[in-house]
């Protein structure tokens, strides 16, 4: 299947948050797979593209600053508990936002010993130096804590660590802080950036009605885009977020998520082999943060 246009990808984590391919490698992987543009988004963090920015500056691809902020919904909308909030074109050295993904990440590991705990008591015995194994150059959380209770053979898989022990609901689960997903649009703005719902099928499936009332409470905060384009997303999905893009004059993004190995099968910029993010996504997105920059 081909197509005319290259390809890009603008969701992709890195060894900075709970990736297993460090920025530089991303960097020259997309260059290999013939991207024309990628966009890190570590959860929050952005100092994985402080690094791929410096290695790839002015080459190919084209690199554009992002970050994935795990977010509190908003009141009523308790789903499924993190709403992720994408911010593009951030100014890196931007004192708030960076600022906040400290505290963000703080809350990340300061949950871990706890985490730890709760998997002791039910006999499952790792240590601090097990998961840091896994998160050599960024915050531990559970992706990272997943890995090292499969390397100490507690269990077969990834899913099977989130289903049994640490995912929400389940006996080691605990809570931690999270910024409002309002705050959190409101402060990516403010670094110059654009805040794009992360795959919003996750969060609402295919129900239109919960889109709409998502939409309601993030939009009047400026919200500037949803991430119509995701490997998960059916046929059905995407059409209902291209709709409400083009109702609401929001961009339309898109990107893998490509974590490396703990997403086995996805590949940067193609997904399972059926993805594709249409070229003008990223062509849009550069002119709006030319026009929001030149408004700031
Ligand atoms: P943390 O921020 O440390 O709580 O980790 C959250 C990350 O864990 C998410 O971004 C996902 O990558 C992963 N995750 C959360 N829930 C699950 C789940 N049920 N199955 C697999 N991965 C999950
Ligand atoms: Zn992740
Ligand atoms: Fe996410
Ligand atoms: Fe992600």
Do not use: C, W
Not at 77 to 84: A, M, R, W, Y
Not at 178 to 203: C, F, N, W, Y
Not at 207 to 230: I, N, S, T
Not at 265 to 280: E, K, L, N, Q, T
Request: a negative charge; hydrophobic letters at 40%; charged letters at 25%.
């Amino acid at each position: 299947m081909g197509h005319d246009r290259p390809g890009v990808d603008l969701h992709i984590h890195s060894t900075a948050s709970d990736g297993t391919l460090p920025p530089v490698d991303i960097v020259r992987e997309a260059r290999v797979l013939g991207l024309a543009a990628i966009a890190l988004t570590d959860h929050d963090t952005l100092e994985g593209v402080r690094t791929a920015s410096a290695a790839g500056a002015g080459g190919h691809p084209a690199i554009l600053t992002g970050v994935e902020i795990s977010t509190e919904p908003p009141e009523g909308f308790p789903g499924g508990g993190s709403l992720h909030v994408l911010g593009y074109g951030v100014d890196l050295d931007h004192v708030d936002l960076n600022r906040e993904l400290e505290t963000l990440r703080g809350a990340r590991e300061d949950r871990n010993p706890r985490i730890l705990e709760r998997l002791g008591s039910l006999g499952i015995d790792l240590t601090p130096e097990d998961v840091a194994f896994h998160a050599p150059d960024g915050a531990a959380g559970r992706p990272h804590i997943a890995q090292a209770m499969i390397r100490k053979g507690y269990v077969a898989t990834f899913e099977e660590a989130f289903d049994r022990y640490i995912g929400k609901g389940k006996p080691a689960y605990v809570d931690k802080y999270r910024v409002s997903g309002l705050d959190a649009i409101a402060l990516i703005r403010s670094a110059g950036g654009i805040a794009v719902l992360a795959h919003p099928g996750l969060t609402v499936g295919n129900d239109g009605d919960r889109l709409a009332d998502l939409l309601a409470a993030l939009l009047p905060f400026g919200l500037g885009g949803l991430e119509v384009y995701y490997p998960e997303h059916d046929p059905e999905q995407t059409a209902l977020f291209e709709a409400a893009a083009r109702q609401h004059g929001l961009l339309m993004t898109g990107g893998t998520d490509f974590h490396g190995q703990i997403k086995p099968g996805i590949r940067m910029g193609s997904g399972r082999g059926d993805f594709h993010v249409p070229f003008r996504v990223y062509e849009d997105l550069v002119e709006a943060l030319d026009t929001h920059r030149s408004n700031t």
